[in-house]
């Protein structure tokens, strides 16, 4: 909402004090937009043309064609004007050299933070006063015409500051968007996206409008990295399990074919090795095969 008030100057002059809170990122990034005088015509259409004659450090002159209107009457008016400029400050002051139908003309912008993240002031103070005399009949509505005119430029640069900020938003979702396509978890989940809200996503992107910052773009898209990342989790388990199971399979049979050596040898090297149990293996076969042999020969005897 824009705030205006109007003033008077000490010698006499129209004036109007405006303020006007505008979405950024800092209160320096709006500074540097208003400091850009030559692409005022393309936010504010009471100028129609804008241009740096010169520029030395913080000091520059400007000229200015400017469109007015006044009851029924319609003209351009020519200014040629020193622009000051105070980054410190984040204040830029602006007078007359010389101009069409203006004795003088003076004007400052400041821009300062707020406390509401996202959002900064932009106070704007103007004074003028006409190359020919204003009876006092009209001079109320000189005023009134300064304090519309004042007002206008704050709307116009609210409406242009909320429109570049929405683009930055966008563009810092499409940044986001487009590196998780490009992350290997997309791939890994891309078949594993089922159980998450996607109607939630749609409407966090197609509410872009509502963030205050690319910060909150950002945040809103990574609220729903959390459950990719966990089905990221979940894949990787699965994929991870046959490749457990393989090796626990591996490692059993592995043990069975050691089971199976080692027995192998304890038989081999135990009963046909250097052994001590061979002679005497050798020696009970021998003693059953002479009792068989006695006992065959009694029997035949009978």
């Known amino acids: 909402m824009v705030e205006i008030k109007g003033l008077r100057g000490p010698a006499g002059e129209f004036g109007a004090v405006g303020r006007v809170e505008v979405p950024a990122n800092s209160a320096r990034d709006v500074y540097d937009f208003v400091c850009d005088v030559e692409q005022q015509p393309g936010w504010n259409s009471g ?44 204040e830029i002051r602006t007078e007359l050299q ?31 006063q006409p190359a020919i ?65 996607s109607d939630d996503l749609a409407v966090d992107i197609e509410d872009s409008d509502r963030w205050d910052s690319p ?24 994929r991870a399990e046959p490749a457990g199971a393989a090796a626990r399979d591996g490692a059993t049979g592995k043990g069975q074919l050691a089971a199976g050596w080692v027995s192998e040898r304890w038989l081999t090297r135990g009963l046909l090795g250097r052994s001590s149990w061979l002679p005497l293996l050798c020696a009970v076969v021998a003693l059953c095969w002479s009792l068989s042999l006695y006992h065959a020969r009694s029997l035949l005897q009978f």
């Open 47 to 90: 100028v129609k043309q804008s241009k740096v004659l010169d520029a030395k450090g913080n000091h520059k002159t400007l000229h200015q064609v400017l469109q007015w209107n006044f009851l029924t009457l319609k003209g351009d008016m020519h200014f040629i004007l020193d622009q000051t400029e105070d980054p410190s400050a984040l």
């Open 98 to 128: 010389r101009g069409t139908m203006m004795r003088r003309f003076r004007s400052r912008v400041t821009v300062s933070a707020t406390t509401t993240p996202g959002l900064c002031e932009v106070e704007m103070e103007m004074f003028m």
């Open 215 to 238: 910060r909150a773009a950002t945040s809103a898209l990574r609220r729903h990295l959390k459950p990719l990342q966990a089905a990221a989790g979940a894949c990787e388990r699965r």
């Open 133 to 197: 005399f204003v009876p006092p009949v009209i001079r109320s509505v000189v005023g009134m015409q300064v304090r519309n005119q004042l007002g206008s430029v704050l709307d116009a640069l609210q409406r242009c500051l909320q429109q570049r900020h929405q683009l930055s938003a966008g563009a810092a979702a499409a940044a986001a968007a487009a590196a998780w396509l490009s992350h290997p978890l997309h791939d890994l989940v891309s078949d594993d996206l089922d159980d998450l809200s």
